[in-house]
């Protein structure tokens, strides 16, 4: 392989058709952010959205509900349709609401129908721990041992999963599958088509959580076919630390009352008749629960926008290259320093870069005394992403410059490995 230079990164950027944005973005100088996949940045247009509905609340009080500049009755939905085009559905298909953790209760509790023989929920052992608890939670509600109910797929190297293995445990005695797009250690991406056509063909409900995907890489969940997905939007969605969730329902399900009703998720032309009949929205607006959380939701307008000019489309792909780019610098500069753990196929990597060692804590903590931004996952990751609307070649040929110092000095020796309480 030809070697990379400065010069080679220089040429980069200047084709990059994405290069603009990152002054959209509150980018410190002194600083490369590469955890965008745990919190992405805060843009201009993000504070700005902020701004003005909380300037809506100062100068119109409750009536910014129907009035101002984003009346705050419709704008979960008309963010919908915005978000939709991210996740390849239709608009009404999708709603902005709750969290990752909320949403996926009222999913499972809407989609998890067992009945004699037909008891088990399949999801997999590298999942984020919370959809486990949540699980857990949903058997333990319907008079479930989670213990015996809830099956994971296993790993065959602790990092990745096998498809064929997934397969496999899609049983006759599953009622409902839950996996995540992407994998939040290793980034490995899963084939959510093929998955979701092998569960269909045994008759069994799927989701997916789409926490390490959305953002960051198209989907087709209508076209797919898939039953339901969720997800959170404060990751390369860009809307802010505990920002509002997402969450999809095919339409083919939405004669369906949601598991968790509530007065949001009423038809909008009878919600404030307070009768206790609940007359769900005919759409994923249906599974709304309580009241929008505004500020909460106020930033997502500003990021939407810039997705809506940038493309996801154009954003996987500059992706693809800043994560070739990065293993490639780390196979030239730190050859067998890390071991690459995330798939090297474009096809099945998701947005960042998995490395493993076994001082991963305190390097992570070198790089951030030296400006940079990863982020550890225990017991020995590194995981770095360089996001496309914000992170330039240039941030990831200097990020592995001052990585490859940091381990030709042993800089990282002087620290503990140890992880801080957030990693």
């Known amino acids: 392989m030809r070697q990379i230079t400065a010069e080679t990164v220089e040429l980069l950027d200047q084709n990059d058709e994405l290069a603009s944005f990152k002054n959209e973005f509150y980018v410190k100088n002194d600083?490369?952010?590469?955890?965008?996949?745990?919190?992405?940045?805060?843009?201009?247009?993000?504070?700005?959205?902020?701004?003005?509905?909380?300037?809506?609340w100062k100068e119109h009080g409750i009536d910014g509900w129907m009035g101002g500049k984003y009346p705050w009755f419709t704008l979960s939905e008309q963010l919908a349709e915005k978000l939709s085009v991210l996740v390849g559905?239709?608009?009404?298909?999708?709603?902005?609401?709750?969290?990752?953790?909320?949403?996926?209760?009222?999913?499972?509790?809407?989609?998890?129908?067992?009945?004699?023989?037909?008891?088990?929920?399949?999801?997999?052992?590298l999942t984020f721990?919370?959809?486990?608890?949540?699980?857990?939670?949903?058997?333990?509600?319907?008079?479930?041992?989670?213990?015996?109910?809830?099956?994971?797929?296993?790993?065959?190297?602790?990092?990745?999963?096998?498809?064929?293995?997934?397969?496999?445990?899609?049983?006759?005695?599953?009622?409902l599958i839950l996996l995540p797009s992407v994998l939040y250690r290793s980034g490995q991406l899963l084939d959510i088509e093929r998955l979701t056509k092998e569960a269909h063909k045994r008759n069994i409900p799927i989701g997916f959580d789409l926490c390490h995907s959305i953002g960051a890489l198209p989907h087709e969940?209508?076209?797919?076919?898939?039953?339901?997905?969720?997800?959170?939007?404060?990751?390369?969605?860009n809307a802010g630390p505990g920002?509002?969730?997402?969450?999809?329902?095919?339409?083919?399900?939405?004669?369906?009352?949601?598991?968790?009703?509530?007065?949001?998720?009423?038809?909008?032309?009878?919600?404030?008749?307070?009768?206790?009949?609940?007359?769900?929205?005919?759409?994923?607006?249906?599974?709304?629960i309580g009241t929008p959380h505004m500020l909460s939701t106020a930033p997502l307008i500003g990021s939407l926008s810039i997705f809506e000019e940038a493309k996801i489309e154009r954003i996987r792909s500059k992706s693809l290259k800043l994560t070739t780019l990065l293993m490639n610098l780390l196979n030239q500069e730190l050859e067998n320093e890390f071991?690459?753990?995330?798939?090297?196929?474009?096809?099945?990597?998701?947005?960042?870069?998995?490395?493993?060692?076994?001082?991963?804590?305190?390097?992570?903590?070198?790089?951030?005394?030296?400006?940079?931004?990863?982020d550890f996952r225990a017991p020995n990751i590194i995981r770095l992403a360089p996001v496309a609307l914000y992170n330039s070649f240039e941030d990831v040929f200097k990020a592995v410059e001052i990585l490859s110092k940091i381990m030709k000095n042993r800089e990282y020796e002087k620290y503990e490995n140890k992880r801080e309480v957030i990693a």
């Open 129 to 175: 721990p919370s959809d486990i608890y949540g699980l857990q939670s949903q058997l333990k509600l319907k008079g479930l041992n989670p213990d015996t109910e809830l099956i994971q797929v296993k790993s065959k190297n602790g990092l990745t999963l096998d498809e064929e293995d997934i397969i496999e445990m899609m049983t006759d005695d599953i009622a």
């Open 243 to 288: 920002g509002v969730g997402g969450l999809y329902v095919n339409k083919k399900h939405f004669s369906k009352t949601p598991g968790l009703s509530g007065w949001f998720g009423s038809k909008k032309e009878t919600q404030f008749d307070m009768d206790h009949h609940f007359d769900s929205e005919n759409s994923a607006g249906g599974y709304q």
């Open 221 to 237: 969940l209508s076209k797919w076919n898939v039953d339901f997905a969720f997800w959170c939007n404060y990751k390369y969605v």
């Open 89 to 125: 559905a239709e608009a009404q298909e999708v709603i902005v609401t709750g969290s990752t953790t909320v949403n996926l209760h009222q999913l499972v509790a809407t989609f998890f129908e067992p009945q004699e023989g037909k008891t088990k929920i399949l999801a997999d052992e």
């Open 339 to 374: 071991k690459i753990v995330n798939p090297l196929d474009d096809k099945r990597r998701g947005g960042h870069v998995a490395l493993m060692h076994s001082d991963a804590a305190r390097i992570c903590k070198a790089l951030k005394d030296n400006g940079i931004v990863p």
């Open 31 to 56: 600083s490369i952010y590469l955890d965008g996949n745990s919190l992405g940045l805060l843009s201009k247009r993000a504070e700005q959205s902020l701004f003005d509905v909380l300037n809506d």
